[in-house]
């Protein structure tokens, strides 16, 4: 669940990215035509490309403040562009046509793929029948072929982009033993959930586990084996920590680590003790069980989230110390 809210997270930064790219490119070139319209005395015309103008900055100033709003481009810029082009058809006749493409173009990379294909959809439905009473057939024809190219080819396009995204996504962030989140989003998170807790106070818990004796399984029974002992302790710490809002990690060999949002120490350490006996009684090995030990440490009001880290890790050397298989605070 982690894993899918983390590549949620970096597809909504890319879609962002894109989106203000669009708008950039969509202010420097449709100012000047606007200007335009107004000293041609098109006033409509220039009313109407203002209005997108004005979409386009607001669109373009939630994308600098890391804010993605599909809502605005799906219910203000869509339609704005698609009613503009409409009655730019009945002033400016066919020219007008060159400017559906980069219209369509524009909805695939800033909205996501859904509601793009909803977008382009009702803006051909819209354009065509204004089109056809005002090309002869022959250009009609031809304008019908190409923009109806130019949207499968955009749909396509974006389809194999975003796939691709989402692998490399899944690929950075992830251990590939396990699936669960790698030490490199660590940083990010913590900062996050640091900043969170100076705003809010509420109260977040870590555990850091450490699979006791697993140098033994690899030695005796090979990598072979361990590592299927990691999976399967990867998959009971995901049966277990099912809260959108709490994560796990593998950081290390056979260590782990769990954030809990929400939650104080005694319900950390109460989480802590059931994984720790849940894994006990969880057979992994046919003629042995696998145990772990775990530190708990609570966020401090004057915590970085190395000193976080650092009092979990010591409080899993105490466990550690004190015999294994077993929780320490």
Known sequence: MGNQIKITEDLTDFRIKATLGVTIIALCILTPFSINNFLQAR???????TSILILCAVNAWNCVQNRYRPSLILYGIVPAVTLFLFFSFQ???????????????????????NQARVANVVFLCIIFPQAWGILDQAFMTRFAVTILGVSAFSAMFLRVITAQEKILTMQAVTDPLTGLLNRKTLDDKFEEIISQNHRTGTPMTLLTLDLDNFKQVNDKR????????LRGVAEFLQKRIY??????FRIG???????LYNTNTADGLEVAEELCSGLE???????????????VATLRPDDEWQDWMKRCDENLYKAKEGGRNRVVS
């Not at 809260?243 to 796990?248: A, C, K, L, V």
């Open 43 to 49: 006033f409509t015309l220039g009313m109407g490309s």
């Open 91 to 113: 002033e400016q006749g066919a020219i007008i046509t060159f400017w559906c493409y980069p219209a369509l173009l524009a909805f695939y990379f800033m909205l996501p793929e």
């Open 222 to 229: 090979g990598h072979h084996t361990g590592d299927k002992v």
């Open 243 to 248: 809260r959108r809002t709490d994560r796990i």
């Open 253 to 259: 060999g056979e260590e782990f680590l769990v954030f």
């Open 281 to 295: 009684s969880t057979s992994l090995l046919p003629d042995q069980p696998v145990t772990v030990s775990i530190g």
